[in-house]
């Protein structure tokens, strides 16, 4: 097959669209002069079949159940990389050699405090605040104290911006915790990992010592490697957007938070393990099969379906080996555990979810695990924005980075009510 245009008839039109191939995954029809050759848009609300960039960071094969950061399969990954080197290969490209990685981690580690006046941003939440919304204001906030890391245009300031967004993102994370649970803030410790050092600001109090387990810095680490990147999401297209006017980079990433806690999306997780507390035991799960079945029920499976994925989200499939692991070492006996994998063999041999293609993805059992380390539920999505905060920042700097990128304006289908002229009060 060759990159022969696309010959496009009818309607009083004949065009050819040229085609684009990329190095692996589905050719692309390139529409940029279809409006100025026809005078029409495309139609294609939610982007089911519109590639909105060229990116060299993630590739997803939704029909084989494929994942790979810069080319490296995310199982291969998961076993035997961790989440500082990933978020060098995904900023940069390829696996650092051991003194770039030496490097990367010692920067990062030293730019994990936050200015001291931050602290007083959190006082003026409430404690029952949900920490995505301390989180979405908090990043947001950020351009307020690192104004010399704002200009797009430099690129040794994106790169500062960077840095600072993947060292500060758990700190922030813990504080939101802890604020919530009126416990004091918790000190960043250079002597600690990356997942180390989170757990200690999640979970050390100053009335005594606090070891890290290093069978849950492991699972942390994994899990974090795992939420990194997926290509264009909502929350990754999102942050692109927000790009595309010159906003600073930590109001793009502040709007990535903000789309990701949907539960359609990152907010999924949480929205999950509500939903097997729901269930509760395996017996009612029928009923709640037949009621994400149920076209009148707006209820769904969370954690099942994917816009991409028509086969298992192998994110899914390192997970639940991961809260196998987890849950055994810890000595958890979790029903919820139970409950999920029952769903997930009940459903995946309903017809419906068959037909439908609908499998566990990469949300269906990282609530059971976080559950089992001690986070609770209203933390799971906050966890997911830590991880991805490295991708969607990949992802910011290939669009700025990109000399054809321009301000992202999507056209419409107008169908409202055609000009008319204005009537005056008394004759309505
Ligand atoms: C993430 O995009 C990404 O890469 C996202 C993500 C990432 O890493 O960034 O992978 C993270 O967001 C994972 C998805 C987490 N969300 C959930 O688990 C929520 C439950 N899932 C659904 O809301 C849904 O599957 C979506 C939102 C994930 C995908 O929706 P789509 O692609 O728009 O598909 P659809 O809604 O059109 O569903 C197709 C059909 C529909 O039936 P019909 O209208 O064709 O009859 O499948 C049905 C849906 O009703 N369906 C489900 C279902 N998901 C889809 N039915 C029951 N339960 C479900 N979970």
């Given at each position: 097959?060759?990159?022969?245009?696309?010959?496009l008839?009818?309607?009083?039109?004949?065009?050819?669209?040229?085609?684009?191939?990329?190095?692996?995954?589905?050719?692309?029809?390139?529409?940029?002069?279809?409006?100025?050759?026809?005078?029409?848009?495309?139609?294609?609300?939610?982007?089911?079949s519109?590639?909105?960039?060229?990116?060299?960071?993630?590739y997803?094969?939704g029909?084989?159940?494929?994942?790979?950061?810069?080319?490296?399969?995310?199982?291969?990954?998961?076993?035997?990389?961790?989440?500082?080197?990933?978020?060098?290969?995904?900023?940069?490209?390829?696996?650092?050699?051991?003194?770039?990685?030496?490097?990367?981690?010692?920067?990062?580690?030293?730019h994990?405090?936050?200015?001291?006046?931050?602290?007083?941003?959190?006082?003026?939440?409430?404690r029952?605040?949900?920490p995505?919304?301390?989180m979405?204001?908090?990043?947001g906030?950020?351009?307020?104290?690192?104004?010399?890391?704002?200009?797009?245009?430099?690129p040794?300031?994106?790169?500062?911006?960077?840095?600072?967004?993947?060292?500060?993102?758990?700190?922030?994370?813990?504080?939101?915790?802890?604020?919530?649970?009126?416990?004091?803030?918790?000190?960043?410790?250079?002597?600690?990992?990356?997942?180390?050092?989170?757990?200690?600001?999640?979970?050390?109090?100053?009335?005594?010592?606090?070891?890290?387990?290093?069978?849950?810095?492991?699972?942390?680490?994994?899990?974090?490697?795992?939420?990194?990147?997926?290509?264009?999401?909502?929350?990754?297209?999102?942050?692109?957007?927000?790009?595309?006017?010159?906003?600073?980079?930590?109001?793009?990433?502040a709007?990535?938070?903000a789309?990701?806690?949907?539960?359609?999306?990152?907010?999924?997780?949480?929205?999950?393990?509500n939903?097997?507390?729901?269930?509760?035991?395996?017996?009612?799960?029928?009923?709640?099969?037949?009621?994400?079945?149920?076209?009148?029920?707006?209820?769904?499976?969370?954690?099942?379906?994917?816009?991409?994925?028509?086969?298992?989200?192998?994110?899914?499939?390192?997970?639940?080996?991961?809260?196998?692991?987890?849950?055994?070492?810890?000595?958890?006996?979790?029903?919820?555990?139970?409950?999920a994998?029952?769903?997930?063999?009940?459903?995946?041999?309903?017809?419906?979810?068959?037909?439908?293609?609908?499998?566990?993805?990469?949300?269906?059992y990282?609530?059971?695990?976080?559950?089992?380390?001690?986070?609770?539920?209203?933390?799971?999505?906050?966890?997911?924005?830590l991880?991805?905060?490295?991708?969607?920042?990949?992802?910011?700097?290939?669009?700025?980075?990109?000399?054809?990128?321009?301000?992202?304006?999507?056209?419409?289908?107008?169908?409202g009510?055609?000009?008319?002229?204005?009537?005056?009060?008394?004759?309505?």
């Amino acid at each position: 097959m060759s990159n022969d245009p696309l010959k496009l008839t009818g309607n009083g039109h004949e065009v050819d669209l040229p085609v684009m191939e990329g190095s692996v995954g589905p050719k692309v029809i390139d529409i940029r002069k279809l409006y100025a050759q026809t005078d029409m848009f495309t139609f294609d609300p939610g982007f089911t079949s519109t590639a909105s960039c060229e990116s060299k960071i993630t590739y997803i094969d939704g029909e084989k159940g494929e994942l790979q950061y810069r080319g490296y399969p995310i199982e291969q990954l998961a076993a035997d990389s961790d989440f500082m080197e990933v978020c060098y290969l995904l900023l940069f490209g390829e696996l650092p050699t051991k003194a770039e990685k030496e490097k990367f981690v010692w920067d990062i580690t030293h730019h994990t405090m936050l200015h001291e006046q931050l602290h007083r941003f959190f006082s003026g939440f409430r404690r029952d605040a949900h920490p995505m919304a301390i989180m979405v204001g908090v990043v947001g906030a950020l351009a307020a104290f690192y104004h010399d890391s704002t200009e797009i245009n430099d690129p040794h300031q994106r790169m500062v911006a960077s840095y600072r967004l993947i060292a500060k993102i758990p700190t922030i994370a813990a504080m939101a915790y802890k604020y919530s649970v009126g416990q004091p803030f918790v000190y960043p410790s250079n002597d600690l990992s990356y997942a180390g050092n989170f757990l200690n600001m999640m979970f050390s109090v100053p009335s005594e010592d606090y070891k890290v387990n290093p069978i849950l810095e492991e699972a942390m680490d994994l899990i974090f490697i795992l939420h990194a990147d997926h290509e264009q999401n909502a929350s990754t297209s999102t942050v692109r957007l927000a790009g595309s006017s010159g906003a600073n980079p930590f109001a793009c990433i502040a709007a990535g938070i903000a789309c990701l806690w949907g539960p359609a999306h990152g907010g999924a997780n949480e929205a999950c393990l509500n939903m097997l507390g729901e269930i509760g035991t395996v017996d009612r799960i029928p009923e709640f099969v037949a009621r994400a079945k149920d076209k009148s029920d707006p209820f769904r499976l969370m954690g099942f379906g994917h816009r991409v994925y028509k086969n298992f989200d192998p994110r899914a499939t390192v997970m639940r080996d991961t809260a196998h692991k987890v849950l055994k070492e810890l000595g958890v006996d979790d029903p919820l555990f139970d409950v999920a994998m029952e769903l997930e063999k009940i459903a995946l041999e309903d017809p419906y979810f068959i037909e439908k293609k609908l499998y566990p993805n990469v949300d269906f059992y990282s609530g059971v695990i976080l559950k089992a380390m001690g986070f609770p539920t209203e933390m799971f999505t906050v966890l997911f924005a830590l991880a991805r905060t490295s991708g969607w920042i990949a992802q910011w700097n290939e669009m700025i980075e990109d000399p054809t990128q321009k301000i992202g304006r999507p056209r419409q289908l107008f169908t409202g009510t055609p000009k008319r002229d204005y009537v005056e009060l008394d004759e309505r």
